[in-house]
T-cell receptor, first 112, second 114 residues
Framework: GNSVTQMEGPVTLSEEAFLTINCTYT??????LFWYVQYPGEGLQLLLK?????DKGSNKGFEATYRKETTSFHLEKGSVQVSDSAVYFC???????????FGTGTRLTVIP | DSGVTQTPKHLITATGQRVTLRCSPR?????VYWYQQSLDQGLQFLIQ???????AKGNILERFSAQQFPDLHSELNLSSLELGDSALYFC?????????????FGPGTRLLVL
């Protein structure tokens, strides 16, 4: 079946620190991979996505590369800001299916 | 603002009751998805509709049902409510049905069952 395993949180970083949130997946086919972000009191927003192996998704300084050999899609940012404090969800969508399978979410807190 | 609207924002009700959650997708989107977010189960897919037809079903209880109307808005009906149904219910929409499409999420309806 399909599943997503995310790094346990919470994660607390100082402003300008480097961020990595690990995400690995299990899928029977060739999924599309997503990172969604949920700011306090809001719905989920797409942060970035990649639809095939070796694709790199990027947005707002965040990046993630679709690694088929390690079944991973780790989220990185070189220098986090206080405004990046949120919960980050890794998700996959199987080819031919439409629903998203989500990881458990990782809460990031950035302190000044 | 994703363009997806959900009403109501908050709902407080009692066990055994029935409620209806409403979702309006982004203009032009034909697919609507419902998700449940709870502390113990995380974010789970419930059901998807595409252009009025049920397309996919996830972990949706038999006490729950949904439909999508000709104007493409969708309603999620939850009946015989239990304490464990307390959760945040999200609606999302996308243009079509391919797995690579971005889903746009509404702000959610927070349901509290007392």
């Amino acid at each position: 079946g399909n599943s997503v395993t995310q790094m346990e949180g919470p994660v607390t970083l100082s402003e300008e620190a480097f961020l990595t949130i690990n995400c690995t997946y299990t899928a029977t086919g060739y999924p599309s991979l997503f990172w969604y972000v949920q700011y306090p009191g809001e719905g989920l927003q797409l942060l970035l996505k990649a639809t095939k192996a070796d694709d790199k998704g990027s947005n707002k300084g965040f990046e993630a590369t679709y690694r088929k050999e390690t079944t991973s899609f780790h989220l990185e940012k070189g220098s986090v800001q206080v405004s990046d404090s949120a919960v980050y969800f890794c998700a996959l969508s199987e080819a031919g299916a439409n629903n998203l399978f989500f990881g458990t979410g990782t809460r990031l807190t950035v302190i000044p | 603002d994703s363009g997806v609207t959900q009403t109501p924002k908050h709902l407080i009700t009692a066990t055994g009751q029935r409620v209806t959650l409403r979702c309006s997708p982004r203009s032009g989107d034909l697919s609507v998805y419902w998700y449940q977010q709870s502390l113990d189960q995380g974010l789970q897919f419930l059901i998807q509709y595409y252009n009025g037809e049920e397309r996919a079903k996830g972990n949706i209880l038999e006490r729950f049902s949904a439909q999508q109307f000709p104007d493409l808005h969708s309603e999620l009906n939850l009946s015989s409510l239990e304490l464990g149904d307390s959760a945040l219910y999200f609606c999302a929409s996308s243009v079509g049905v391919t797995g690579s499409e971005t889903q746009y999420f509404g702000p959610g309806t927070r349901l509290l069952v007392l």
